[in-house]
């Protein structure tokens, strides 16, 4: 997946990643965590599924409670930096 399905919306217009994380060890990030609202709490998760190097699933907690409440396909309409 290399373009976004949708744009979703987040807390915030920022975006401060906290976390972008090789898990795959092939030297490239593939889970982006990162906060939109400069409260130090993230609320959007990117994943990198399948090594390309962009992001094939986002997820968005509005509310911050932990539990996703926007799951799409693709980046989102917000590709990391």
Do not use: C, H
Not at 15 to 39: F, I, M
Not at 71 to 80: R, T
Request: no cysteine; proline share 7%.
């Amino acid at each position: 997946m290399t373009d976004p399905q949708e744009t979703v919306a987040t807390r915030g217009d920022d975006r401060v990643d906290l976390l972008a994380k090789d898990t795959s060890g092939d030297g490239r990030p593939d889970v982006w965590v990162s906060d939109t609202d400069g409260n130090g709490k993230p609320d959007l998760y990117q994943f990198d599924t399948d090594g390309d190097g962009k992001v094939d699933l986002t997820m968005v907690d509005l509310d911050e409670d932990g539990t996703p409440d926007v799951i799409v396909d693709g980046d989102g309409g917000l590709p990391p930096a």
